[in-house]
């Protein structure tokens, strides 16, 4: 199991899109159970993939390699992982904010959420906030991501919170921001549970806030 | 000495008698400014802000017209179709454009990319007023920057016109996608900016292009990646240049230290945005380790300090980059990027006393 499951891992990290639903199909034949595939091959390798990113060692072209090639594998995947309900680490509602156009910041931190487990739902660019209140109400998650590349519309992630609160909704999420010109500091301003300066660190940062 | 001799002292590495000043600001706080002091030209303005370059934009537009589509985008040079996009209230409202369609997104072939119908030719320009504009600025620095969204570059139009994750993925995937079409749009370039630069020679003082090659923590790519689809072409343009006595200057946002040494290995003159929370970007630092074969622009924070400031911050702010920018010459001030709506006037006018109150040698 070990020996596939490293070859999972390789294949991701490199991008080899074009392998990898034979290698999740050879793990599979091997008896190996899909959750295992799940959080042993990929779960696991996109946290590398994160880490090396904070470290310069890889870039955005290599990551959207990866998490391109996680995601064909996890196609073929789903299917078997029938527990898919209870195997959710969390759920996350997340969206460029109001006049924010901008989405690759946002679909990267999708696919790190992805990867880490989390049930993801995007609501994709330029979500006005009572969108972002209904889907906090309806679909009830964990974390609610807010992102921004551009500087005034930045203030537009405390009309959503502001929204929140209006709706007496803002104790029932975490709230994280993200993207370029965002900062801690900004964070705190507008009453964020949290920030993350890149993709990875917005799991890293959203497993802290739900204690795990 | 006047605007032209501060400016050219200071990219030639000496001090001239005060650090020059550019200007970069939206539509927006340029109306704020003129209303303010009840101004309408906008040359009127760039003296009150002592701004010592003017820009000239190149030919103009001769081709078929832009196509208009339903849902309200234009199609501009590329074929790339673009809509306003709206934000914003009370002081920090405004609009900006961004693509709604990336025409070679879903194609799979080299054939398909070749065959593309949009490709731009540079015979749909009219060049034959080109230099003339030149006239009026007399003592000043002439930067020929072109159109914003038609600057001279290679990743920006290849990320417009394939969409920005394809084109990073191709550069993984189907490099020889990825290159046919950074190929293409080299190609255009080069011949475009051959039939502008005649008209130039001895008008202009720098040429500016601009391709995004960092973003706020790292470069886009790694340095090998950089070299394998970028140098070449990145080395051309400013060899085309410098063929007609013009300065290069190269505007990216983001995160590029680790690019630096191959931009100076292209001959490049200036490097221009130096945007200060990017990692690495801190002026000081960079003037330490390239002043000698580099000069710089830009440094002044619009992501925070402009914004989110006080007077007194901003302030700080351009002593701090005057003290780190001046000693040698190689440094000429200026915002980040364009100053945004966001920014509240009293804050655009601390800046502009700033310079002023710390500009002189």
């Known amino acids: 199991m070990v020996d596939i499951i490293n070859k999972i ?26 959750s295992d595939i799940l959080k042993e091959g990929f779960i696991a390798v996109m946290d590398e993939v994160g880490e090396k990113m904070s470290k310069d060692e890889i870039f955005i072209p290599e990551v959207l390699a990866a998490a391109k090639t996680m995601q064909t594998g996890l196609d073929l995947l789903k299917p078997y992982l029938v527990e898919s309900e209870s195997e959710y680490t969390g759920k996350v509602v997340i969206g460029s904010v109001k006049g924010d156009v901008h989405d690759i910041g946002k ?27 209904e889907n906090v109400k309806n679909q009830q998650p ?35 921001v993200g993207g370029a010109p965002v900062t801690q500091l900004f964070a705190d301003d507008i009453g964020a549970d949290g920030y993350a300066p890149d993709a990875s660190k917005a799991v890293l940062k959203a497993k802290e806030l739900l204690g795990n | 000495m006047n605007s032209k001799e501060r400016v050219m002292t200071a990219m030639n590495h000496q001090e001239p008698d005060k650090c020059p000043v550019d200007f970069w600001a939206t539509e927006e706080i340029k109306d704020r400014l003129k209303e303010h002091w009840n101004i309408d030209s906008e040359e009127e303005m760039l003296q009150r802000v002592g701004c010592d370059v003017r820009i000239v934009r190149g030919p103009s537009y001769a081709g078929q017209e832009f196509k208009k589509f339903p849902d309200g985008s ?8 673009r809509i306003v996009v709206e934000y914003g209230k009370d002081y920090y409202k405004g609009s900006y454009k961004e693509v709604v369609e990336s025409p070679l997104e879903k194609m ?3 054939q398909e990319i070749e065959n593309y119908e949009g490709w731009p030719s540079a015979d749909w320009w009219d060049y034959s007023k080109v230099g003339e504009e030149c006239a009026q600025f007399e003592g000043k620095c002439i930067i020929n920057v072109g159109d914003r969204l038609d600057r001279t570059a290679q990743l920006k139009p290849a990320m417009y016109l394939r969409g920005i994750q394809q084109i990073m993925e191709d550069m993984v995937f189907n490099p020889a996608i990825a290159e046919a079409i950074f190929e293409r749009v080299a190609a255009y370039f080069l011949e475009y900016n051959s039939r502008v630069f005649p008209k130039y020679e001895g008008k202009i003082d720098i040429f500016m292009m601009g391709d995004d090659f960092g973003m706020q923590n790292q470069p886009l790519m790694s340095v090998e990646m950089w070299r394998k689809y970028f140098k070449k072409n990145f080395r051309k343009y400013i060899d085309l240049a410098h063929k007609y006595g013009f300065k290069v200057m190269h505007h990216t946002c983001g995160a590029v230290r680790p690019l630096i040494p191959d931009f100076i290995d292209c001959g490049l003159d200036i490097l221009q ?4 929370m990017a990692k690495g970007m801190d002026l000081g630092e960079l003037k330490r380790e390239f002043g000698k074969d580099l000069a710089f622009q830009g440094g002044v924070c619009i992501q925070e300090t402009l914004p989110r400031g006080t007077k007194e911050d901003v302030r700080n702010m351009v002593k701090k980059l005057m003290e780190a920018g001046k000693p040698g010459g190689g440094y000429m001030i200026c915002s980040a990027h364009n100053i945004q709506p966001d920014t509240k006037l009293e804050n655009v006018l601390a800046l502009l006393d700033a310079y002023q109150e710390f500009r002189d040698y």
Do not use: H
């Not at chain 1, 990267?108 to 969108?131: Q, R, S, T, W």
């Not at chain 2, 945005?273 to 200060?276: A, C, G, I, K, V």
């Open chain 2, 273 to 276: 945005s130096l945007q200060p």
């Open chain 2, 74 to 81: 234009v199609a501009d040079l590329w074929g790339v179709r």
């Open chain 1, 9 to 34: 891992k390789d294949a991701v990290m490199s991008g080899q899109a074009d392998q990898i639903q034979a290698l999740v199909k050879e793990a599979l034949a091997a008896d190996v159970k899909a």
């Open chain 1, 142 to 176: 964990q974390i609610l991501a807010l992102s921004s590349l551009y500087t005034p519309t930045m203030l537009a992630m405390k009309d959503v919170i502001d929204a929140l609160t209006d709706a007496g909704l803002r104790d029932k999420v975490k709230i994280i």
């Open chain 2, 108 to 110: 799979t072939s080299l």
């Open chain 1, 107 to 133: 679909n990267m931190v999708c696919m790190m959420f992805e990867g880490a487990g989390f049930e993801v739902i995007d609501l994709g660019v330029n979500v006005p906030d009572e969108e972002f209140v």
